[in-house]
């Protein structure tokens, strides 16, 4: 009985030694439970202190020692400034963040090194706060600084992420060649505070620098100016409000920041002038393609035609242009072309040069059969486009792939519905579109009525083209939109003192939905609109070409003013509800002063 006992005991014994020792031995599987980690990391120490003198110009190091194992998160957010040519390194040993330069720094400068994002600690990604820290290899800190803004010309949104430099080099050719004597990016509100900079006189430009040489590419990058040289007085200290660290999502606190300067990015257009390409689509049409607007062309011979034979057509920024050839006669398979035009010479000046041309004709694969063939040579298609919302302002467009020589005017025929069904004529004018010689636009000459239908009738015939072919009978229908729930939007101007394009664009003001160029004080209205948020955008048409133009920085000129109409102060959007008239006054002279 004693030995039974015996053995159960030490059986017990065994049981809970083999559970005890199970428990003891998981040791890969983590506790369960409690509160995630969501400090960031800790600055214990910086050697040498921020704001030492007497940097090394080689070999020099800095030691960021933090109470937890943090990581170099994104390398690319450590921005050295001046920058040099390689950036420096940080590496992580232990707990500490080791920074090493890789090129010889500057004699008697003040440098700063903006750690941005790049830090987090090793677990969770905490972000660690936002580190500038400053050294000399001189005998002092330069404390002086300024603030600024960047925005997007086109929208007036602010930039994130661009590169600020400022230069004491003033030639044109600086942003271009030379590194920067002070850099900085802006932040999420295109926020930027441009530190540590000496008492002397700046050249300040902003580009995107997406190579990341910090040197402007022209064909790369966007790019900002400031109009003048640009002498910082504020001296830094503890106590300024721009200088803290701002949580980018604490928008009251980021816009409470004030701005010194404001910069507007653009996407110059390309200024070296060259012929780019040029070729022929057909036997009586071609096309020359220049590298950059504007192109200046002092003579063009299309040998063995005459002059009043040849059709010619740019586009609306001139850097090409269409040509065609009217005769009845069948041309060379290769049309030559004798070409002077103001070209870019090594010296980067615009000098006059001769390009003898060759043109092929681009002949179609494969042989169409006789009947098909046939068919495609007895008439064109025209292409007829109206748009319920948008007839009464734009009217009926009416194109043809190649130019119309001759048009029987009175063949064409609006006719209006009413809803008991009597059909009447309505009249309209009748006008070749001024920027495409192959548009013409048809435009009621009333206003279209609720409950009317609408049809355009163009028929065979009624226009020839460049193939001495009639089109076909083409048709359109429209009527006004009916929605109970849709709105109207009238904007009455003002003191509009010069040429403007004033557009409806959407709630972010990257596209446009509607447009008008005025030039006078007149109503705009904008029936038809959907419920919905809108803004409208107003440019100013300095050079009265239509467009709004971008800048030029060797030139020194900035992009066309743009202007958002504001209904109440800092709110661009408007929101309008269904079924409903909305009158905005919008004084154009005090909305560009």
């Known amino acids: 009985m004693k030995r039974t006992i015996a053995t159960a005991v030490l059986l017990a014994l065994f049981v809970a030694c083999c559970c005890f020792s199970h428990s003891c031995a998981n040791t890969t599987t983590p506790p369960s439970g409690g509160p995630k980690d969501t400090i960031p990391p800790v600055l214990l120490k910086a050697t040498p202190p921020s704001g030492e003198t007497g940097f090394p110009l080689t070999d020099g190091r800095i030691t960021l020692l933090y109470n937890e194992y943090t990581v170099v998160k994104t390398a690319g957010d450590i921005l050295l400034s001046p920058p040099t040519r390689r950036r420096p390194t940080a590496k992580v040993k232990g707990k500490n963040i080791v920074v090493t330069f890789q090129d010889t720094l500057r004699e008697n400068q003040t440098y700063t090194l903006d750690f941005g994002q790049a830090l987090a600690d090793n677990n969770e990604g905490n972000l660690a706060p936002r580190l500038v820290y400053s050294f000399s290899t001189g005998d002092t800190i330069d404390s002086l600084y300024f603030t600024g803004t960047v925005y997007d010309s086109r929208t007036l949104v602010p930039s994130k992420g661009i590169l600020v430099a400022a230069y004491t080099d003033q030639a044109d050719s600086a942003c271009f060649n030379t590194l920067p004597d002070a850099v900085v990016r802006t932040d999420d509100w295109g926020y930027f505070v441009l530190r540590n900079l000496r008492d002397t006189t700046y050249r300040i430009y902003a580009y995107s620098n997406k190579i990341g040489d910090y040197k402007y590419n022209p064909d790369e990058d966007e790019v900002a100016f400031l109009d003048t040289l640009f002498r910082p007085t504020a001296a830094a200290n503890d106590s300024i409000y721009e200088l803290q660290s701002f949580d980018m999502k604490d928008t009251l606190k980021c816009q409470e920041r004030e701005s010194m300067i404001s910069l507007l990015l653009f996407k110059e257009l390309q200024s070296v002038q060259y012929l780019q390409n040029s070729g022929r689509s057909s036997e009586k049409q071609g096309f020359l393609k220049f590298s950059a607007a504007d192109v200046q062309i002092n003579s063009m011979e299309f040998v063995g035609i005459d002059d009043d034979a040849v059709i010619v057509q740019y586009n609306r920024t001139r850097d090409s242009l269409d040509f065609w050839i009217n005769v009845d006669y069948r041309l060379d398979d290769s049309l030559l072309i004798r070409l002077n035009y103001m070209k870019t010479d090594s010296t980067g000046v615009l000098s006059p040069a001769d390009e003898n041309l060759s043109l092929a004709v681009k002949r179609e694969e494969g042989v169409s059969s006789q009947k098909g063939k046939q068919e495609r040579d007895t008439t064109f298609q025209l292409t007829v486009e109206a748009k319920d919302e948008t007839v009464e302002q734009l009217g009926v467009r009416i194109e043809s792939g190649l130019p119309l020589i001759a048009v029987v005017r009175d063949s064409i025929h609006l006719k209006e519905t009413n809803p008991k069904g009597q059909v009447s004529e309505k009249a309209f004018r009748f006008e070749q579109d001024t920027l495409d ?157």
């Open 437 to 593: 010689i192959r548009r013409y636009i048809i435009t009621p000459d009333t206003k279209l009525i609720k409950g009317y239908d609408y049809e355009l009738t163009i028929p065979q015939g009624t226009f020839t083209n460049l193939d001495k072919l009639p089109n076909a009978l083409a048709t359109a229908k429209f009527k006004v939109p009916q929605a109970e729930d849709l709105s109207l939007l009238q904007l009455v101007l003002s003191d509009v003192d010069g040429n403007y394009i004033v557009e409806l664009t959407d709630e972010k003001g990257s596209t446009a939905l509607r447009t008008y160029i005025v030039n006078s004080d007149r109503t705009l209205d904008f029936p038809y609109l959907k419920a919905g948020k809108y803004m409208i955008r107003i440019s100013s048409d300095q050079n009265n070409n239509g467009l709004s133009d971008t800048g030029n920085l060797l030139a020194h000129r900035q992009p066309e003013p743009v202007r958002f109409y504001e209904a109440a102060p800092g709110n661009k959007v408007l929101d309008i509800p269904e079924s409903s008239e909305i009158e905005q006054h919008i004084n154009i002279k005090e909305m560009f002063r």
